[in-house]
């Protein structure tokens, strides 16, 4: 009984370094939500304040229905290896978000 114990603990290790080699959060994506606090028109870069209270430094360019003034605007977003992707402008008509080819 006692070497069924141990052989079983010896893979239970093994699984987990298989685990821990394996884990990587900047592979994470999440859906987020949040407001856009500043955006610098000049170099096209602002911060995203998001709901859990952490902030996201963003360029213009991951917008995806880019529409006139910035600050303020409350967006969704994903957040990919830990920056904001895709991020939403959730103002005006829904389909705003499709209208860009």
Not at 48 to 61: E, H, W
Request: aromatic share 10%.
């Amino acid at each position: 009984m006692f070497q069924q114990e141990q052989r079983t603990s010896a893979i239970s290790r093994k699984v987990m370094q298989f685990a821990e080699a394996d884990f990587d959060p900047s592979r994470w994506r999440c859906v987020m939500q949040g407001q856009i606090t500043k955006f610098h028109e000049d170099i096209g870069f602002g911060v995203i304040s998001a709901t859990d209270g952490r902030k996201y430094r963003f360029a213009k360019s991951d917008i995806r229905n880019p529409n006139g003034h910035l600050l303020g605007i409350d967006v969704d977003f994903l957040v990919e290896s830990r920056s904001p992707k895709e991020i939403i402008l959730l103002h005006g008509s829904p389909w705003t978000v499709f209208g860009r080819s």
